[in-house]
C-alpha cells in the first residue's frame, strides 16, 4: 500500500502481569484461535497458510453484512506487537502494541495506525472516538484472555449513568400518555436492537435495559417478558434488516425529540458489558446519522457514558 500511515488514536492499560506473560500472550495466536479471545470476530488461521506463517484471518458479520480481512502479528522495533492487514478494506493499516513493565506489571499502549482512508468497519470508517474503543476493547479482550476468560460482569458505576438520564424520566412524566407510550416502545426497541447487533444481547444488557425501565419508565419487566422482547427484536431485524430498523428508530427519536437522550440509553446498553464493539458502534452511528444527530455530538456521547460507567468523573 503506498499511503503513509498516521496515528489515529490509542488507548492504554497496566496488566497485572509480568511483561514476559502478557507478551507471550500477545504472540499466542493458536489460543487466540482456539480460545475465540476477540469477542463478536471468528479467527483462523488463514487458508493456504500454516500456522507458522502467523497470518490470520477475521470474520467479521456487522449488520448483516460480512467482512473478511486478513492480518499477520509481527515484532516490530523494541519488541513491539503488530497486527499488520495485508488483505481486506483495511490492507496496509495495522495495531501496535507496546510492551513497558512497571513494578511488576505491564503497561500496554495500543495503536491504530491508518492511511488516507482511515478504518473501515461494517457501514464505512471509524472516527477517531470509535478507533479508540476499538483498540479499549481490544485491550480488555487480552487482559480476560491472559487472566483466563470469564463472564464479563457489568461495569461498576451504572447508578452514575442514571443520574444523568434523569431528564429522559422528566420528559416523560411531562408527555401525553399516547406520547410516553410511543417514547418507550421507541427506547425499548433500539435498547434492543444495539444489545442483539453483536448477535445476542447478554445478561448485563438486559439487565441495563431492565433498571432502565424500572427507574425513568416505572415498568418492572418479568425476565419472560425480557426475553419475548429480545426475541421480538431478531425477529424484525430477520425480516426488515437491522440497517432499516436503525434508520426508522432514529427518525422516531428526532420526531420525539429525544434524540440525545435515546442515543444514551442505547449507548449505556452497548457499553456496560463486553465495551463498544464494531456491530454496536455501526448501529449507534445508523441511528444517530437518522436522528439528525452529528458525528461528533455521538463521539461526546458515547465518551460521556463510558466515562460514568468506569467512574472517571
Request: charged share 25%; hydrophobic share 45%; glycine share 8%.
Amino acid at each position: 500500500m503506498s499511503d503513509e500511515l498516521s496515528l489515529l488514536a490509542s488507548a492504554t492499560t497496566e496488566l497485572a502481569a509480568p511483561i514476559a506473560i502478557v507478551r507471550g500472550q500477545f504472540f499466542d495466536l493458536d489460543q487466540h484461535v482456539r480460545e475465540h479471545i476477540y469477542h463478536g470476530h471468528e479467527l483462523v488461521f488463514a487458508p493456504k497458510y500454516p500456522p507458522e506463517a502467523r497470518r490470520l484471518r477475521m470474520l467479521t458479520r456487522i449488520l448483516g453484512r460480512n467482512q473478511e480481512e486478513d492480518f499477520v502479528i509481527e515484532e516490530g522495533d523494541g519488541g513491539a506487537w503488530v497486527r499488520r492487514y495485508v488483505e481486506g478494506v483495511n490492507t496496509g493499516a495495522k495495531v501496535v502494541a507496546k510492551l513497558t513493565e512497571v513494578d511488576g506489571r505491564t503497561r500496554v499502549r495500543l495503536e491504530g495506525w491508518v492511511g488516507t482512508k482511515g478504518f473501515v468497519s461494517g457501514l464505512g470508517k471509524l472516527s477517531k472516538s470509535g478507533m479508540e474503543k476499538f483498540l479499549e476493547k481490544m485491550l480488555a479482550e487480552h487482559q480476560r484472555a491472559i487472566e483466563g476468560y470469564k463472564p464479563a460482569q457489568p461495569r461498576g458505576s451504572l447508578g452514575v449513568v442514571m443520574a444523568s438520564l434523569r431528564e429522559l424520566g422528566a420528559k416523560l412524566k411531562a408527555m401525553s400518555e399516547e406520547q410516553r407510550t410511543s417514547t418507550i416502545q421507541t427506547l425499548l426497541e433500539l435498547g434492543s436492537i444495539v444489545a442483539i447487533a453483536d448477535g445476542e444481547a447478554d445478561e448485563e444488557e438486559r439487565a441495563a435495559l431492565s433498571r432502565v425501565l424500572d427507574e425513568l419508565c416505572n415498568i418492572k419487566l418479568p425476565p419472560a417478558s425480557m426475553a419475548q422482547m429480545i426475541q421480538s427484536a431478531h425477529d424484525v431485524v430477520e425480516a426488515d434488516g437491522i440497517e432499516a430498523r436503525c434508520e426508522l428508530l432514529g427518525e422516531r427519536l428526532a420526531a420525539l425529540g429525544i434524540a440525545a437522550l435515546g442515543i444514551e440509553v442505547a449507548a449505556l446498553v452497548s457499553l456496560v458489558s463486553h465495551g463498544l464493539d464494531l456491530h454496536e458502534m455501526s448501529a449507534l452511528a445508523l441511528v444517530a446519522e437518522a436522528a439528525g444527530l452529528p458525528s461528533d455530538k455521538l463521539d461526546d456521547i458515547i465518551a460521556t457514558v463510558d466515562r460514568e460507567l468506569s467512574g472517571n468523573l
